[in-house]
């Protein structure tokens, strides 16, 4: 799982490019924030990238972190993708294929999915109406098979078409980041 260094090298080759292209400098702080993002495989809020960079130095602010994660969308290291819990996440976007989203009311799990069959079935939609798709994100909310597992153990879920409320849980690795 872990990304080859030749990978990370590339992907700082483009941030150093944009930043310069951007008139800024290039800092120590921005490499953290940089190093700390490439090595998360995860969805993460500019609020849980800001507490594992305030883990290696506290010195970093939340405005550098959020700033940082602009630069790297901009630069197209990262991708912004939205839940429903009315927070951007972000997630690696550089050599990381395409893929759409599953995600649990009930614990907040989010399952990536890619699925060739239903993207060809986007692209025919769009080609019907005359439309050209630039980019696309389909999530599906619902209730994953772990919790439809308790519910079951415990009691009947809630009444069909109330809108749950969601809340994300960001798992890194197989560990929740808090
Ligand atoms: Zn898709
Ligand atoms: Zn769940
Ligand atoms: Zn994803």
């Not at 995600?103 to 769009?126: L, N, R, Y």
């Not at 630039?134 to 308790?150: A, D, F, I, P, Y």
Request: glycine share 6%; aromatic share 8%; net charge neutral.
């Amino acid at each position: 799982m872990a990304k080859k260094i030749e990978e990370f090298k590339k992907e700082k080759e483009i941030f150093l490019e944009h930043i310069q292209k951007a008139g800024l400098r290039r800092t120590a702080q921005r490499d953290l924030i940089l190093e700390i993002f490439l090595r998360t495989e995860a969805h993460l809020t500019s609020e849980d990238l800001y507490w594992l960079v305030q883990k290696r130095d506290p010195s970093v602010g939340h405005t550098t972190v959020y700033r940082t994660l602009k630069l790297l969308t901009e630069a197209g290291l990262a991708r912004e993708v939205r839940f429903g819990d009315n927070k951007t996440y972000y997630e690696h976007h550089y050599n990381h294929e395409h893929h759409d989203h599953m995600i649990c009311t009930e614990c907040g799990k989010v399952i990536e999915f890619f699925s060739p069959e239903i993207e060809a079935m986007q692209d025919a939609a769009a080609e019907k109406f005359g439309f050209k798709p630039t980019h696309h994100s389909l999530r599906l909310w619902g209730v994953c098979e772990e919790c439809q597992q308790k519910a079951s153990e415990s009691h009947p879920s809630m009444p069909s078409g109330a809108q749950p409320r969601v809340r994300v849980r960001t798992v890194v690795g197989n560990k929740l980041l808090y």
